[in-house]
């Protein structure tokens, strides 16, 4: 019922026709524009359907459509209602008068008793079946006490039946008149409303029983016409189960229309199996059909009968625009019609967030300018403002009230700048002051000279802080104005990559499901969405998937070997609520990996170490390497440092560029609070296609690259994180090759031996006379070094992260598929 009231409770919106884009031939849009005027616009087409549904029966003898169908229609288009009842009492009328009479009076009682209770009602849809349901009943156990003078078991049940009829009718209607009187519909078409609207044209083709032309079957014509119309536009499914659905519903009307079921259901079956084939293939199912079964019923003296209907049929299905069928089709999910349009959607949909992903890129854009425009160097003029506002606060506590002001400031405006300048450029250079010798000129010059250099030492502190609060918020603008570029470069690459097509990869994707399928393996579907060298994305979908390792072993090899550069696999998963289908994602794999080996220990041998460190595998093919050591020791120093990692690898996970990013975890660290906390960072970023490695150290001590026996330093002079505001942050760029180690520490390891003067010498040959190149086995091996030569103490935390490169060889070598890599090619 709450389907029913969410389809229809919206006002009818009347719909302006002549805009339909249907693409008739020349000779027929006239007359199609007519018929939409009449028909839809003006809703005669309510007329026509009341008329046959006022005629149609249900057993020979029940006519439970009538006041369903004006109930509907009073409720969707009151302003209509008149027309349906006209229709519907005409029906009647065709089958007797008693029937006219007997629908318009059920028709009166069912709007006195609704204009009666209508102000008691909540929710007036989910009582209209209800009303429909005793009004029927109360009218027909009143027809036959009428006719009868008393009321038989029969009659009871036969009301009984017609009522119920009457209370599903009313459902069905409901749901599905809203789909013939809005043209201009958005949502595609549920499962229920397509069996709702079918059984509402089968309602109203069983008002056609009867009815013959040239000794043919009217309704035998258009129901086979409305299943290989469907069966065209939807497919076998949904025509089997119009063919099932409207020879039911005729079955009911007529017995003897029993056996034309299996006759729609079989034709709605070969039809849609038959649609590549188009029309003309449609239209040979439905011919099969009708011979099969036409002899297997009938026999063969009514053969040239059915086949005459079904070709009177055919002959409509051809008449039939294919515009029409196309604008069916969208409405129809599973189609291809319908797919077409969900992607017009999606892509507009993109279209518009990619737009407007730009558009905040180019706001955080012009962000940046305006904080960047204000944080140019101060120009010669501005210096000299600044310097004369500070002695024209010196001059005002001094010289205003002296009585040689005139002479010094006006006679010798000159002198008396130049000492006063002087004065104050060696009060901020020297810190003992003013020099004798200048003390003595100015005193020579000057009656006030100690009062003035008084208040210049006075003023100078306000001006110094006043220089330092500005300092501190151009270093702030600078900051923000970088992590808004920041910001704004990566939404300007999200933008791209959302308004990148998928590309079209049809002839690819059949060659590997074709390839995979010759070898033995049943792959559902395959979709392509990059074959870029270095960049391959490619998902598959298998079915009845056991976890025998197939994709890593089998499918990924014969890739490999297809389109010739090592294929991985990447991800995989069981579908959402489903043991049985499985989501395998295949990706290029990388031309080096990374084995990484970590050792640490806590100070005294405690259980927590001030020092964090993470690995990190970013988008895009890249590699982080960190370390933190936070300040002193413990639980607090272990909240720093991790801290400090954590904030980064979100800046970094984000695709902001490293320096922004570590410039952004300092100014959230040095802000946040004013005690003296601060941490360290050696971050190292490895580019998993090249090797080629970036170090970003702050505060941090030296790293080592053992490549053979050479011992390559790595260093780079920046303040600990969170110690200023503005922070210079110096890149080191090395190229690492294959079978090379780096070895990352923090200071409890590099300035731990015991005894020893220079640290780098000594770690350069304890690293030189390392016999391993197991990065855990050189981690845990300095370590053990270092805790050696201090008699098996630890003096501080002590972290060592040791990374290996080496060339990424795949697993499992590639499986040779020769002519489908040719073909690829």
């Known amino acids: 019922m709450e389907k029913v009231e969410r389809s229809f409770m919206e006002p009818m919106r009347e719909v302006d026709f002549s805009k339909a884009k249907f693409k008739f031939d020349n000779p027929f ?21 009341g008329f046959l549904l006022g005629r149609a029966l249900i057993l020979a003898k029940l006519t439970p459509f009538s006041i369903p169908f004006f109930a509907a229609v009073y409720l969707i288009r009151r302003d209509r209602a008149p027309i349906a009842l006209v229709g519907l009492v005409a029906g009647a009328a065709t089958l007797s008068i008693r029937d006219a009479v007997s629908t318009f009076a059920l028709t009166i009682l069912y709007l006195i008793v609704y204009r009666v209770t209508r102000k008691w009602l909540k929710n007036e849809v989910k009582m209209i079946p209800f009303y429909v349901l005793s009004i029927i009943l109360l009218g027909g156990l009143a027809e036959g006490y009428f006719f009868n003078g008393t009321i038989a078991f029969y ?47 089968a309602s109203v083709m069983t008002g056609t029983i009867g009815w013959s032309i040239y000794n043919l079957s009217v309704e035998h014509i258009f129901s086979r016409y409305l299943v290989i119309l469907f069966a065209f536009v939807a497919g076998a499914t949904v025509g089997s189960t119009v063919g099932v659905v409207t020879g039911l519903i005729f079955s009911l009307a007529s017995v003897s229309s029993f056996f034309h079921m299996s006759l729609l259901a079989f034709s709605g079956l070969l039809g849609g199996l038959l649609k590549e084939g188009q029309k003309i293939g449609v239209a040979i199912g439905l011919f099969i059909a009708t011979l099969l079964l036409g002899m297997y019923g009938d026999g063969s003296a009514n053969l040239v009968k059915t086949i005459s209907e079904s070709t009177a049929a055919v002959l ?16 129809i999910p599973g189609t291809a019609e319908h797919t077409q349009e969900q992607q017009v959607y999606m892509r507009k949909m993109r279209d518009v967030t990619a737009q407007r992903v730009a558009q905040f890129s180019s706001v955080f854009q012009a962000l940046s300018n305006s904080f960047s425009s204000q944080d140019e160097k101060m120009e010669f003029d501005d210096i000299d403002r600044e310097l004369d506002y500070f002695l024209g606060n010196v001059t005002e506590k001094t010289c205003q009230l002296c009585h040689r002001k005139d002479k010094c400031w006006s006679k010798h405006f000159t002198t008396t700048y130049d000492y006063m300048k002087q004065i104050m450029l060696e009060m901020e250079q020297r810190e003992e002051g003013v020099s004798q010798k200048l003390y003595r000129d100015f005193e020579t010059y000057c009656i006030k000279p100690k009062k003035v250099i008084e208040v210049m030492d006075q003023e100078l502190t306000f001006h110094q802080a006043n220089q330092r609060l500005k300092k501190q918020v151009k270093e702030s603008r600078k900051l923000v104005a970088d992590q808004l570029l920041g910001v704004s470069e990566v939404m300007e690459n999200f933008a ?35 074959l870029e060298p ?87 093919g890249k590699y982080a390497i960190a370390i933190s050591d936070g300040m002193g020791n413990g639980e607090r120093a272990h909240i720093e440092s991790q801290e400090t990692l954590q904030l980064l690898q979100k800046i970094l996970q984000s695709g902001i560029e490293e320096k922004v990013a570590i410039k952004s975890v300092n100014s959230v660290l040095s802000l946040r609070t004013t005690d003296e906390i601060f941490s360290t960072l050696d971050l190292a970023m490895i580019d998993l296609q090249n090797a080629a490695t970036k170090f970003l150290k702050i505060g941090s001590i030296p790293s ?66 390392l016999k391993t190149e197991n990065p855990q086995e050189v981690a845990d091996l300095i370590i053990e070094e270092v805790i050696r030569s201090r008699s098996g103490q630890i003096a501080d935390d002590m972290t060592v992260v040791v990374a290996k490169i080496k060339h990424n060889t795949p697993k499992w070598a590639s499986i040779p598929v020769l002519k489908y890599r040719q073909k690829a090619n």
């Open 496 to 530: 791209k990559e959302i308004q990148r097509e998928r590309e079209n990869h049809h002839r690819q994707e059949e060659l590997i499901l074709e390839a995979l399928q010759d070898f033995g393996i049943e792959i559902e579907n395959v979709d392509v969405y990059s």
């Open 29 to 49: 849009i006239n007359i199609q524009s007519k018929l939409e005027t009449i028909f839809l616009k003006k809703a005669y087409i309510l007329l026509l359907i």
């Open 704 to 769: 080592f690259i053992k490549r053979g026996d050479r011992v390559i330093k790595i260093q780079a002079n920046n303040l600990p994180i969170g110690i200023i505001q503005e922070l210079e942050v110096d890149v080191v760029s090395e190229q690492l090759k294959a079978g090379d180690l780096l070895i990352m520490m923090s200071d409890g390891v590099f300035e731990g031996p015991k005894h020893v003067e220079n640290y780098d010498i000594w770690m350069k040959r304890k690293i030189t006379e």
């Open 534 to 620: 270095g960049n391959v994305d490619i998902e598959m979908t298998l079915p009845g998937y056991e976890g025998h390792g197939e994709c890593e072993k089998i499918i990924a090899p014969m890739l490999s070997d297809i389109l010739g550069e090592n294929i991985l696999v990447n991800k995989e998963a069981y579908a959402p609520d489903s043991t049985s289908i499985y989501h395998v994602t295949f990706r290029s794999a990388k031309t080096y990996s990374i084995e990484t080996g970590v050792a640490h220990a806590a100070k005294d041998g405690g259980l927590i170490s001030g020092d964090s460190y993470s690995t990190i595998e970013l988008g895009g």
């Open 316 to 331: 409509l299905f051809f008449l039939t625009p294919n515009s029409l069928t196309s604008k069916l089709a969208k409405y």
């Open 155 to 201: 009659d009871l049940i036969m009301a009984g039946v017609e009522a119920g009829l009457g209370f599903i009718l009313t459902l069905i209607f409901l749901q599905s008149l809203p789909l013939l009187s809005i043209t201009k519909r958005r949502q595609s078409l549920k499962t229920e409303e397509i069996v709702c609207l079918i059984i509402l044209l």
